[in-house]
Nanobody
């Protein structure tokens, strides 16, 4: 059973930055693509960013392209999400999740089966 633990959430002013971390158990990064999702109050969950484990490609939602950066440190079994120029509408619970090994161009819109979710970390962006 894969286990994912997020950290790094908090409260920040509009335009500020946060870095989220997701620590994975075992060989999660070798078996799955691990990415970030978020869910704002009253809204559907949306994919934010993922690293395709099949070829290392980083994929981003259009809304965060150029402001967010996903990276991973396999030796620490940790996934990161650097978030810059944050906007109030990005206030949400952020989750990391382990999905299919091949995370193609449409993965963030339709990730398919998710094999493990973290507990989430809350990001609040104030006006």
């Amino acid at each position: 059973q894969e286990k994912l633990v997020e950290s790094g959430g908090g409260s920040v002013q509009s335009g500020g930055s946060l870095r989220l971390s997701c620590t994975a158990s075992g060989d999660t990064f070798r078996r799955y693509s691990v990415g970030w999702f978020r869910q704002a109050p009253g809204k559907e969950r949306e994919g934010v960013a993922v690293i395709d484990s099949s070829d290392g490609t980083a994929r981003y939602a259009d809304s965060v392209e150029g402001r967010f950066t996903i990276s991973q440190d396999p030796y620490k079994a940790t996934l990161y999400l650097q978030m810059d120029s944050l906007k109030p509408e990005e206030t949400a619970m952020y989750y990391c999740a382990a999905g299919a090994y091949f995370a193609g161009p449409y993965y963030l819109r339709n990730p398919g089966p998710i094999y493990a979710w973290g507990q989430g970390t809350l990001v609040t962006v104030n006006h």
